[in-house]
């Protein structure tokens, strides 16, 4: 998970505080005081955190507490709301242009992940949006940047317009907006060069870029894990040609969060998008609000359910619903679902959007072996298509057989079986009590979380 030595601090220490029935200034210093270091070890900037310190303190102190909250979760309240103001405050959207197509400059450090960046916000723009982006390849420096973007937009099954390494790439990106309008794409995404931001001359050639292509959003991409230098570079960046938005990558690492929480207060631009993993389909909006939540423990139900829907189409969940309630959920079933999960992410990620996660027993700081998933799928996959249907038929000799099949043992083979009926008549309780029920989700069951 992301920030997870700060979510550790944070949540420790505002645990010491959410119960408390009456809170003293004395109480609110020493909270002050735990969250000021916690801050500072995760390298946010130390005048970031001297100010989200006063104003925290400023609020928590002394102040009217609301009748449905103690005075302790009146403080947390209060942290959380600082917390997200930080980030941003609300969800900042991409633009959407007058008139098409909508033009994007990707511009950063080189290594920062732009050319892999720029295939993932096509793809999220195809997918949420309903868009058809061009990507555009304006690195002509680096060796080999032209054919990285090409091959991306093999994977993606979408154009790239790029002149070689010959061309300049002002001419590029200025062709580039031409093509787009005849091919009538309603996104250009220009992939330009990595370049240290003291280097004036390749700083000239963006803002020239600029002046041609009157880009619509001018995105700063920013390894997560540099920390404190990320901040630095977006200052600079931002100086010298006003960036609209910043796209952090690597946030799914082993960072510690302070570049997410100093560059909107050092640059006064939003961040806009986080890069969650390797794959072309995880590059998710940023959303302060709910960072916030899951940074101290809270939860995150609406990503939880964004991920959930995008995986489940509304006649699968209707088709679920129907095999749960008529007890023939199948082995098959089971499989489609565990791939669906897992192709939401890491399974500790989506176990730390679930609300209290963090206070539950077996829950808390949780390590889910993928290789015993690995094994499931391999077990129920050594099963002919009528054990699938029907495991009563699994005798001895079959489970042998399947144990074999898998490479797990007859105990494994035996378990699987006996929590997978125990599983079926569990869903269908569930399902026979929620009977009449309505809503976003509805039918969408992961019966192994």
Do not use: W
């Amino acid at each position: 998970m992301a920030f997870e030595g700060l979510a550790d601090r944070l949540q420790n220490t505002i645990k010491k505080i959410t119960g408390k029935g009456k809170v003293s200034e004395k109480d609110v210093n020493e909270m002050a005081r735990e969250v000021r270091l916690a801050l500072l070890e995760a390298d946010v900037n130390f005048r970031v955190v001297r100010d989200f310190i006063d104003k925290v303190k400023e609020r928590a102190v002394g102040q009217e507490v609301m009748e449905s909250l103690t005075p302790g979760q009146q403080v947390v309240k209060v942290v959380k709301e600082e917390l997200t103001e930080l980030m941003g405050g609300e969800h900042s959207k991409i633009a959407v242009a007058d008139r098409s197509p909508t033009v994007i400059m990707m511009v950063g450090l080189q290594g920062a992940g732009k050319t892999t960046t720029t295939g993932k916000l096509a793809n999220l723009l195809r997918k949420d949006h309903n868009r058809s982006p061009l990507l555009v390849a304006c690195d002509v420096y680096r060796p080999a940047a032209v054919d990285q973007l090409q091959r991306l937009g093999k994977q993606l099954d979408m154009p790239v317009f790029d002149m070689g390494t010959e061309a300049k790439p002002v001419e590029i990106a200025e062709k580039a907006i031409e093509y787009a309008k005849e091919e009538h794409r309603d996104y250009v995404i220009i992939d330009t060069a990595g370049r240290l931001h003291v280097d004036s001359d390749l700083m000239d050639e963006l803002t020239k870029i600029y002046e041609v292509t009157k880009a619509d959003e001018i995105f700063l991409v920013v390894d997560a894990m540099t920390g404190q230098d990320a901040v630095n570079v977006a200052e600079s960046f931002n100086e010298q040609l006003d960036i609209t938005g910043v796209v952090l990558t690597k946030l799914d690492g082993d960072t510690r969060g302070g570049a997410a929480l100093s560059i909107k207060a050092v640059t006064d631009k939003p961040i806009k998008f986080a890069g969650v993993g390797e794959k072309l389909d995880q590059l998710e909006a940023f959303h302060p609000e709910r960072m916030a939540s899951r940074i101290l423990g809270m939860g995150d139900v609406l990503t939880l359910i964004e991920k959930a829907e995008s995986q489940v189409d509304e006649k699968q969940a209707k088709e679920l619903e129907e095999k749960i309630r008529t007890m023939s959920f199948t082995f098959d079933d089971f499989l489609e679902q565990m791939g669906q999960v897992r192709n939401m992410g890491p399974l500790e990620d989506l176990i730390a959007m679930i609300p209290g996660a963090n206070r539950m027993k077996g829950l808390q700081n949780a390590q889910i072996d993928e290789s015993q998933l690995a094994q499931v799928e391999a077990i129920i996959q050594s099963m002919t298509k009528e054990e699938r249907v029907d495991p009563d038929i699994i005798n001895a000799s079959r489970r042998r057989r399947i144990a074999k099949g898998s490479g797990t043992s007859v105990p494994q083979v035996n378990r699987l079986i006996k929590q997978f009926n125990e599983m079926k008549k569990m869903m269908k309780q569930m399902t026979n009590m929620g009977k009449g029920k309505r809503g976003r989700g509805r039918g969408m069951n992961f019966p192994f979380l």
